[in-house]
Nanobody
Framework: QVQLVESGGGLVQPGGSLRLSCVAS????????FGWYRQAPGKQRELVAS???????NYADSVKGRFTISRDNAKKTVYLQMNSLKPEDTAVYYC?????????WGQGTQVTVSS
């Protein structure tokens, strides 16, 4: 069974950058599509970026041009580079595989964008 651990969040000023990491263990990492999700207080969890096994990417309109998803198969890690951060990007960020059923959700990593 795949297990996921997210890290890299923190407090950043508007316009700043963060890079999130998601380390996976178990399963067949190279075969999976992955996605980064976020959940803001009082809102539903939403998918903001996804990456296929051959590294094709897709983004929600709200983050397009600012966020970049990537993967390192050797490290079994998925990244989310977030630039030009806005207060509305504040949320807990999670990763999960999009292939087959979801893995158990990790603890997520908190991103807070505030001056």
């Amino acid at each position: 069974q795949v297990q996921l651990v997210e890290s890299g969040g923190g407090l950043v000023q508007p316009g700043g950058s963060l890079r999130l990491s998601c380390v996976a263990s178990g399963g067949f990492f190279t075969m999976y599509y992955f996605g980064w999700y976020r959940q803001a207080p009082g809102k539903q969890r939403e998918l903001v970026a996804s990456i296929t096994a051959d590294r094709s990417t897709n983004y929600a309109d709200s983050v397009k041009g600012r966020f970049t998803i990537s993967r390192d198969n050797a490290k079994k890690t998925v990244y989310l580079q977030m630039n030009s951060l806005k207060p509305e990007d504040t949320a807990v960020y999670y990763c999960n595989k999009l292939t087959g059923t979801w893995a158990p959700w990790g603890q997520g990593t908190q991103v807070t964008v505030s001056s």
